[in-house]
């Protein structure tokens, strides 16, 4: 199930960021933001400072990401995943960098995001919810992404 899960986080460029608000709590705040997936299949996201999902996140950074297969005719039978886990800005430095030139490969439209308050954020996965389909589901432990 782990190459099924990891072909679907490679083959989607975006999903559901779920935060806790912190304007509204104790209610989940969803946005959809794009991805790309460090080397360690860890969702990387480039967020504004300004955006509601990132407020949340500097008050609590516990969240869930959920993808699902783009353009199927019903979701609800198609592969599709929820990761938990912490977000945390990515540092400056050499990993900073590359995880930089990756998103942007994937995604060049962001470049002109660069000169704003915009910045790289990484999940750290702790668990995911994988359905493969009907009757293919679990929980997957977050470290075996990187397996």
Not at 18 to 38: E, I
């Amino acid at each position: 199930m782990i190459q099924d899960l990891k072909e679907l986080l490679s083959s989607q460029t975006y999903g559901v960021l779920s935060t806790k608000s912190a304007d509204f709590q104790p209610y989940p705040f969803g946005s959809v933001v794009l991805y790309s997936l460090s080397d360690r299949y860890q969702p990387l996201m480039y967020l504004s400072d300004l955006a509601e999902h990132t407020r949340n996140i500097k008050q609590d950074n516990h969240v869930a990401f959920t993808v699902l297969t783009e353009g199927a005719e019903d979701p609800q039978t198609c592969p599709r995943a929820t990761l938990i886990g912490r977000v945390k800005a990515l540092p400056d430095g050499l990993e900073y960098q590359i995880e930089y030139d990756r998103f942007f490969k994937q995604f060049p439209q962001t470049l002109a995001y660069r000169q704003l308050d915009f910045q790289l954020y990484e999940i750290d996965v702790i668990k995911i919810r994988f359905i493969a389909g009907f009757g293919r589901m679990g929980w997957i432990e977050g470290h075996s992404l990187s397996t």
